[in-house]
Nanobody, 127 residues
């Protein structure tokens, strides 16, 4: 079992920044690729960003490329999502997820590839 706890969400004005954190516990953090997904009311869950278990590869959804950055800190068992130049359409509940992978550079982008999920943190961007 892997437990994931997100934090850092909140209300921010358009153009502002937030940094989300996801603390992992229970299993070896370095065995898992980590991802962020989001879900707005009435919409399907959307891939935001993911990072390989090695930390060497990252992938981003088209809507956040150039604005969001995912990173991980093995010493703290934590993955981060730095969100800059936020837009009202970024408003959603953001979920952290962990995917067991074999290759060190695999970066899963589909929600079904992720085995463990956090409870989510709300991000609201006002215009």
């Amino acid at each position: 079992q892997v437990q994931l706890v997100e934090s850092g969400g909140g209300l921010v004005q358009a153009g502002g920044s937030l940094r989300l954190s996801c603390a992992a516990s229970g299993h070896t953090f370095s065995n898992y690729a980590m991802g962020w997904f989001r879900q707005a009311p009435g919409k399907e869950r959307e891939f935001v960003a993911a990072i390989s278990k090695s930390g060497y590869r990252t992938l981003y959804g088209d809507s956040v490329k150039g604005r969001f950055t995912i990173s991980r800190d093995g010493a703290k068992n934590t993955v981060y999502l730095q969100m800059n130049n936020l837009k009202p359409e970024d408003t959603a509940v953001y979920y952290c997820a962990a995917a067991p992978t074999i290759a060190a550079t695999t970066v899963p982008i589909n929600s079904f590839q992720y085995e463990y999920w956090g409870q989510g943190t709300q991000v609201t961007v006002s215009s």
